[in-house]
């Protein structure tokens, strides 16, 4: 979407730090010095960044980082021991153990808020550490967490943490399978789940997915279910059990394991160009250092303020910009079960008014959504507790940007729009509010002790001065990069060391203005971006081909007005198979039974034949320009195996916007 508008004189425009943004953590001055020296003597910065959180063990060495492939080892504070868990709850206790840590805001506005103090956190997670104890998890064990946007969610995460076990966290909005799947990859011992997902006014049957999925794994998984809505669901004897119901008997009383800084904290799946969801691993010490120091300094977080993340916990965002980062910092942050326009279009707005949020982040998804409803809808909401507004998850485009600042900010807040990727573990280019002049569209400059690189797709040469584009890769670790693919370092280092040599690649194309200024311009593999969530084609291509009635099929994405890119499938039917619309439906209907909501494709369009090369590789590069509807400028089309393909494919094309 970046690209859209980029000539316009709105998205060059410089904004500066609004004049009444007063008393920054980071200034002009503060940002230049600070970033100069973390990347002169790394050792030296996070030696000193490291200390923000409580170590057991202090650490002795900080930096042991290697990107050389074939032997890329990523280790950070490595000698430390500490508990991520205690750094969340337990040192706070004594300063502000009454002190709100999560407000939980539920999907139906008539339902009480809930404020949940440090105190209590500290005390649910560790009662819940040992139910999670008493059914046999131990350091290392891995815990899958299928769960709404409830408290308990949290809880789980930093009940795992305290007993060294790694959570896998699966979005709620996923199917039956795609859990199954990361529950076996993930070879985890436990699920955490709860009956019904309220959303919107509608419920997900969580209980009843879990169960699906179970019937797909080992017979030991046991299943926790935490009884939120009180809806019915099926119960296995010996399989299943009352998580709250055993909290309540369980001791309050958990000691913090002590876990190395390089201990996994917890897997993510992520989609990747190819093949199934990779599990990201995410370490202790250098994670949370990265998500609490991003934390406070881009979203200028100071003691007593309300910050509010609007992702899912599903999603890296929630873990570390709901959980995490606001924890580990002591800060009241707010868990949101509901959706932007339930009931109503002001939903957002109200909840800013009725908490007094200070920080509030969202996606450029939900801001366009939002801004097709109104301004009105924004204008009702007494909005003067904002000091600085955030987006993550792709790039925004300018028209909403300006929207966002000018109804949501009032022209006195900062945009930060936050660069980075579930692999980065925190924001790597970002502007911070009280130092960065902004641009409409640009997530501007690095992040303390990011090294961002501009290379050439083709030949990997690294592109000197600005302007420059190409391809993004960051030139050293930081200590919230990923460490490795659950199970498999080879798929690490194949999928972000190998193509460009001696660089983290991205998978990202960026272009750097005149003046340094980093403007991301998508994903230049086959992931797509879906109202901020990551997709891989592949993916979507293996549930239809799945299908009995598809022969081939391939998926590309383009432009959407609210969801940034759509999903289009190009589909191939067995022989003497009828292309109806009912099939059509049939065909979305299965790919959401397949992978969940998120994947449903929006426009399908049957194809006779793809465009493939003599050698049978499909063009992709042609799939993509006719989904964009551009297809007077398809290049060379000489060198595939039958080019009348090409026609039928313009002539047929569902996207004439
Ligand atoms: C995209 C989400 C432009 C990008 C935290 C990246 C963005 C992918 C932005 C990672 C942004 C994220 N501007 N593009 N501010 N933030 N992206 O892993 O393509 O779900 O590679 O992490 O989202 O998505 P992921």
Known sequence: MAGRDQGSAEATSKHPVPPGFAGALVTPESYSAMYAASIADPDAFWGEQGKRIDWIKPYTRVKNT????????????????????????????????SQTA?????????????????????ENVC??????????????????????????????????????AIHSVVFGGFSPDALANRVNDSEAKIVITADTAPRGGRRTPLKSNADAALLHCDDKVKCMVVKHTGDQTTWVDGRDIDILAEMRAASADCPAEPVNAEDPLFVLYTSGSTGKPK?????????LVYAAMTHQLTFDYKDGDIFWCTADVGWVTGHSYIVYGP???????????????????????????????????????????????????????????????????????????????????KGKCPIVD?????????????????????????????????????????????????????????????????????????RFQETYFQQYKGYYFTGDGCRRDEDGYYWITG??????????????????????????????????????????????????????????????????????????PIASPDLIQWAPGLPKTRSGKIMRRILRKIAENDFGALGDTSTLADPSVVDDLIGNRMNRA
């Open 327 to 409: 924890l580990a910092n002591g800060a009241t942050t707010v868990m949101f079960e509901g959706v932007p326009t339930f009931p109503d279009a002001g939903r957002f707005w109200e909840v800013c008014a009725k908490h007094k949020v200070n920080q509030f982040y969202t996606a450029p998804t939900a801001i366009r959504a939002l801004m097709g409803q109104g301004a009105e809808w924004v204008e009702k909401h007494d909005l003067s507790s904002l000091r600085v507004l955030g987006t993550v998850g792709e790039p925004i485009n300018p028209e909403a940007w300006v929207w966002y600042d000018k109804h949501v900010g």
């Open 418 to 490: 936050t660069w980075w990727q579930t692999e980065t573990g925190g924001h790597l280019i970002t502007p911070l509010p009280g130092a960065t002049e902004t641009k409409p569209g640009s997530a501007t400059l690095p992040f303390f002790g990011i090294k961002p690189v501009v290379l050439n797709a083709e030949s990997g040469v690294v592109q000197e001065g600005n302007p420059a584009e190409g391809v993004l890769c960051i030139a050293d670790s930081w200590p919230g990069q990923m460490r490795t693919v659950w199970g498999d370092h080879q």
């Open 102 to 122: 999560i407000i939980w805001e539920p999907d139906d506005p008539k339902t009480p808020a809930r404020h949940i103090s440090y105190a209590e956190l500290h």
């Open 127 to 164: 009662r819940m550490a040992n139910v999670l104890k008493a059914h046999g998890a131990a350091k290392g064990d891995r815990v899958v967490l299928y769960l709404p946007m409830i408290p308990e969610a949290a809880y789980a995460m930093l009940a795992c943490a305290r007993i060294g």
């Open 279 to 287: 599990g990201v691993v995410h370490t202790s010490g250098g994670y």
């Open 66 to 97: 290697d990107f050389t492939f074939g032997q890329v080892s990523i280790n950070w504070f490595e000698d430390g021991v500490l508990n991520v868990a205690a750094n969340c709850t337990d040192r706070h206790l004594a300063r502000r153990g």
């Open 523 to 596: 994903r230049v593999d086959d992931v797509i971006n879906v109202s901020g969530h990551r997709m891989g084609t592949a993916e979507v291509e293996s549930a239809l081909v799945a299908h009995e009635k598809v022969a081939e099929a391939a998926v590309v994405g383009y432009p959407h007005e609210i969801k940034g890119q759509g999903i289009y499938a190009y589909v191939t039917l067995m022989n003497g198979v009828e292309p109806t619309e009912d099939l059509r439906k049939e065909l979305v209907k299965w790919v959401r039974n397949e992978i969940g």
